[in-house]
């Protein structure tokens, strides 16, 4: 899809991908302090709780600490790597999650403006949409593991390299037991399509089956109930993607120091800390998408919600609006609970083993998204029939 058919259009679409790049980068030092305070929580102590009020104003404070750290280049290091490495960082998290749809279009009608008329538009609730959207999130998702590599090369320390080696070997493992289990998901919805994977979910749990129409109207249409296994698979891939514990044996304190980012300090440091968040915010958002339903809200059609909004609105430009707010606050919702979800899992579980890790990639995780593949497969042939 293009940026769009006129100056307002592409002026919109233009904004649009800035907001979304503010968003996600906004939310990770309120995803750092909610870190922190969930920590104490869980761990039975205060957190931040001096600068601000329940510590708010700590946040500002690490950000002044991250801009004023002194500047410094290792001695040993490839110069144009080690400053590359975190700039790169931080791409593909931002060009990814700006391909999640986070709500339903917003119509705008006919409208005069400077003496012309413009309109009419549908403004997507994402940063773009491209059809093979899984197939492209994934794909920019998986850059990451190249800039692991800069980092750990370019700093010229070997516990930086050993934990670069570390985590491309992890990435690998992993991307494998997390591409196949959305293949199941694929074959089920029949498209690669993000958003037509959310309409897909609405209203109640009904599907056919050899014929006959099955209707479970105490559950939501969800794909976590057709496909649970890929959910448990991906979710826990997920983890391994996004570094964090318990599969952050790039890092590894305890072994390497500080792993890959040993080197860093500062506004640098603070790159590689976002893009470790923003796969976070990747992996929520397609758990959402794929699992829950996405932007829809249970039990109710996006035909039911436009109409109830047509009702209590005076016209349609507003009724779009309201659905698209009543979505994105849907969406939200879902997504702060993974994102929740990846906080609570590393204050409770311990650090794999670095033999444990690479076990459960290939012997355990692969074997059953692969299993779930042929299951799925089989079921819908015979559903078929």
Do not use: C
């Amino acid at each position: 899809m293009g940026m769009g058919k006129d100056i307002f259009e592409i002026t919109v679409n233009g904004l649009k991908l800035v907001v979304i790049f503010l968003m996600m980068v906004q939310m990770v030092p309120i995803l750092v302090w909610l870190e922190r305070r969930g920590s104490a929580f869980i761990q039975d102590r205060l957190g931040p709780n001096r600068v601000g009020p329940l510590g708010l104003m700590q946040l500002l404070a690490d950000a002044v600490k991250f801009l004023t750290k002194e500047n410094f280049v290792p001695d040993t290091a490839k110069p144009f790597l080690y400053y590359a490495a975190p700039v790169f960082a931080l791409i593909p998290g931002a060009v990814a999650f700006s391909a999640i749809p986070m709500s339903s279009p917003i119509q705008v009608g006919t409208f005069e403006m400077f003496g012309s008329t413009w309109g009419p538009y549908t403004f997507l609730v994402q940063g773009y949409e491209i059809g093979v959207g899984i197939v492209f999130i994934l794909g920019v998702s998986s850059l990451a593991a190249y800039t692991l590599l800069m980092a750990g090369w370019g700093s010229g320390n070997k516990y930086t390299l050993m934990g670069a080696l570390r985590a491309s070997a992890q990435t690998i493992s992993y991307e494998l037991a997390l591409g196949l289990s959305i293949v199941g998901v694929i074959m089920l919805y029949g498209t690669f399509n993000l958003t037509e994977m959310t309409l897909a979910q609405q209203g109640p749990l009904s599907f056919t089956f050899l014929g006959n129409n099955v209707t479970a109207s105490w559950l939501p249409n969800w794909g976590i109930f057709y496909q649970p296994l890929a959910a448990i698979l991906f979710f826990s891939a997920a983890f391994a993607e996004s570094n964090r514990l318990p599969f952050d044996l790039a890092e590894g304190e305890s072994e390497l120091v500080g792993g890959f980012h040993t080197e860093y300090g500062g506004f640098k440091f603070n790159m590689f800390f976002i893009g470790e968040y923003g796969h976070m915010m990747i992996a929520s958002g397609l758990m959402v998408l794929f699992f829950f339903g996405g932007y829809t809200i249970p039990y109710v059609s996006v035909a039911e919600l436009n109409e109830w909004a047509a009702s209590v609105t005076s016209t349609a430009g507003k009724a779009s609006a309201l659905v698209a707010l009543i979505h994105f606050l849907a969406f939200n919702v879902k997504f702060a609970f993974f994102m929740w979800v990846f906080i609570w899992v590393r204050w409770t579980l311990p650090r794999f083993r670095y033999d444990q890790l690479m076990d459960l990639g290939w012997k355990t995780m692969l074997p059953w998204a692969l299993a779930n593949t042929i299951i799925t497969a089989f079921v819908i042939y015979i559903a078929s029939l």
